[in-house]
């Protein structure tokens, strides 16, 4: 069948259309918010599967097939119920989530070329009524394969989806590790990041009052649907305000631009500067929290030898990720001066739904998996639930003081890794990505992805702390 002019740019929309989804799907709903680990996603999740299938059949029935007479309506039909499927999506996401604005464009673009497409293929498929019913073959080039390909993946996408919403149900909501412990007052700094999220949700789900700082307080009181008390600035807290418990938590992500002399003056000033601000008030409250919990990581120790066991003794190490941390901790050590017990911890890469972990699979997912550099740099890791625990623990247990090692017991290296992610994913590791050309363009920031420490949680140990997630493939078996 000749191509036809109306059909000709009907199809380039949808291929446009297939190229956004797919980017949207990709960065935003796996990478930035990790939809499918997400349980307050679980009907959002539910929504995409039925639609990417329906998708999916679409793409692959308008790469080959004519709908002329009577199909040409189901085909209409069809289209009208995937417009009231985005609809309710739309609704749903709003109630579940604060979209980002890049993701909101993002949809805004999308439903504006499906209108322009479904407008076009709409004036396609009323010619094709006219003629007698059937299904004819009609071939689209390069176009009709790419849009097969793009059929294959948004089917996949449904089904993890699908798979991804129906685990959910079947496991229920997880443990609150806050929950059944006495009454506390609770003030969170950084709440609403990848591990303050779901601290601030578990505190609230367990009935104590919850109070963040954060940088979009809108976004924040959205977020925890206006149960929390979120601010902006510390000055708009009073010297009369009583908190039982703080949680420092603030601080820009270290990956991302490199880290150029600017950089690191933000990376310093969102860490240092909030925790200072944060004990300026403490100094003037009537009443002192009892507990300062303080965020630090492993990158303390700087860039170590593998073979070299670190515990909460060894001493710190060299580089801007050391030269960070230390001045993190030393800016929250005064606390201790006012009578606040303080508990530091030194986490190492948290795993859990968002954070680093969808970045580090996703290679694997799409087939890319391989080691980083020669993969022998050691990776000290642990499960975000293991974090909350021992926050939970912090809360109760008095005996609890200075600074903890925050990692699972059994580091791994990078190549081991990889390895147990491919086979758990059932997917190749072949890729290698060596570390000069990234070393190259990053600077110093290369060290997140080519070194490492092997860290031990000796103290957490010694108190007889048991990790509900000690080893790396019983954290993926949950999170992958």
């Known amino acids: 069948m000749a191509e036809l002019p109306t059909l000709h740019w009907a199809i ?87 979209l980002p604005a890049i993701e909101r464009i993002m949809h805004t673009v999308l439903a504006i070329n499906a209108g322009a497409f479904f407008a076009l293929y709409g004036m396609q498929l009323l010619e094709w009524s006219h003629l007698p019913s059937g299904l004819v073959a009609i071939d689209l080039g390069w176009q009709g394969w790419v849009l097969t390909l793009f059929a294959v993946g948004v089917t996949a996408s449904g089904v993890r989806d699908g798979l991804a919403a129906l685990r959910m149900q079947r ?48 976004r924040a009181a959205y977020l925890f649907d206006g149960r929390a008390r979120c601010m902006r600035e510390l000055g708009k807290l009073g010297h009369g305000e009583r908190f039982d418990v703080v949680i420092n938590l603030a601080g820009a992500p270290v990956a991302g631009p490199r880290w150029s002399p600017r950089r690191q003056a933000q990376l310093l000033a969102s860490r240092v500067a909030t925790t200072e601000a944060l004990l300026g008030w403490m100094r003037h409250a009537t009443h002192k929290p009892a507990l300062w919990i303080q965020a630090s990581a492993i990158g303390y120790y700087g860039v170590r030898d593998g073979s070299e066991q670190l515990d909460e003794n060894a001493s710190k190490g060299e580089g801007f990720m050391a030269k960070l941390c ?111 050309p990234v070393r190259l363009i990053a600077g110093e920031m290369a060290e997140l992805f080519f070194d490492g420490q092997r860290v031990q949680p000796t103290r957490l140990q010694q108190a007889g702390h048991r990790f509900q997630y000690p080893t790396l493939d019983s954290a993926l078996r949950d999170l992958a």
Not at 16 to 23: D, R, V
Not at 201 to 209: I, K, S, Y
Not at 348 to 366: D, E, K, N, T
């Open 326 to 436: 230390a001045h993190w901790e030393a800016a929250a050590r005064p606390a201790t001066e006012l009578g606040v017990r303080q508990v530091v911890l030194r986490l190492g890469v948290v795993f859990g739904p968002g954070g680093a972990l969808p970045a580090l699979l996703m290679p694997l997912r799409l087939g890319f998996g391989g080691r980083m550099g020669d993969g022998r740099q050691i990776m000290s890791w642990v499960h975000r639930d293991d974090v909350l625990q021992v926050m939970a623990r912090a809360m109760d247990d008095t005996s609890m003081n200075g600074t903890y090692n925050l990692v699972a017991p059994e580091p791994v290296s990078q190549a081991e890794f990889v390895a147990a992610a491919g086979t758990l994913l059932k997917r190749p590791v072949w890729l290698h990505v060596p570390a000069a």
């Open 171 to 218: 496991k229920g909501l997880p443990p609150n590790l806050f929950a059944g412990a006495a009454y506390k007052q609770v003030l969170v700094t950084g709440g609403t990041g990848f591990i303050g999220e779901a601290l601030v949700n578990q505190l609230l789900d367990a009935g104590h009052t919850v109070t963040v700082l954060a940088r979009d307080p809108l």
């Open 12 to 98: 380039i929309l949808l291929l446009f259309q297939g190229f956004l989804g797919a980017l949207d799907t990709l960065y935003h709903h796996e990478l930035t918010v990790a939809l499918p680990q997400r349980h307050s996603a679980r009907l959002e999740l539910a929504i995409h599967a039925v639609r990417s299938c329906f998708y999916g059949v679409l793409f692959l029935g308008i790469a080959h097939v004519a709908f002329q007479g009577g199909w040409a309506i189901v085909v209409a039909v069809l289209f009208t119920l995937e417009i009231g499927l985005t609809l309710w999506d739309f609704v749903v996401e709003d109630r579940s989530r604060k």
